[in-house]
């Protein structure tokens, strides 16, 4: 096994055994579940209370800059729109070509199966990016892009982030499951 292949294996078994059935059946009331008040999350275009939004679409992301402290919490919708644009698109588009995403040009997910969509196609592209670099693609800073570390330091980077908003995701969907009874429900 190469050392890209080693990479991509690192979070690949991590998103087929762990991250990604966690997602299976998620609903869109789950999706814009907000579980303290003035939660971050995804909104229908002109109707958010955050200092600043983006998005191309009918549906847009709350944010501020800088970021308030404290943060706000976050829905799963946030959460996931953050894992497809921030952490995924921005380099997939940087490093492995397609077209570039940013926030204030990128079409957030109304639904949760537009969003899962959107993350599966996102991350297969990632993942088949980074299993294709060669070790002098691992170790030098990539050409295009704003990141001026080693290839390999940024794939360890999106491999963490994933691996830690993915468990933050996971237990947002405990919670809305075990919410007000104490007793698990399956959310629909």
Known sequence: MTRSERLADQLDRHWRKNLRPRLDDLTDEEYFWEPVPGCWSI???????????????????????????????????????????????????????????????????????????????????????????????????????TERFPMEGIVLHVNRELIHHGAEISLLRDLYRWQDTGVAHDGG
Not at 88 to 108: E, I, K
């Open 43 to 145: 909104r229908p275009r002109g109707t958010s209370a955050a200092p600043m939004s983006a998005g191309s679409g009918a549906w847009t992301v709350d944010h501020a800059s800088p970021d308030p402290v404290p943060a706000p919490v976050t829905t799963i919708a946030w959460r996931l729109a953050h894992i497809i644009v921030s952490c995924l698109g921005y380099r997939v588009g940087w490093h492995f070509g397609g077209q570039d995403v940013d926030s204030q040009t990128f079409a957030y997910a109304g639904t949760a199966d537009e969003a899962l969509h959107q993350l599966d196609e996102m991350y297969g592209r990632w993942n088949a990016g980074v299993r294709e670099l060669s070790d002098a693609d691992l170790e030098n800073p990539p050409p295009v892009g």
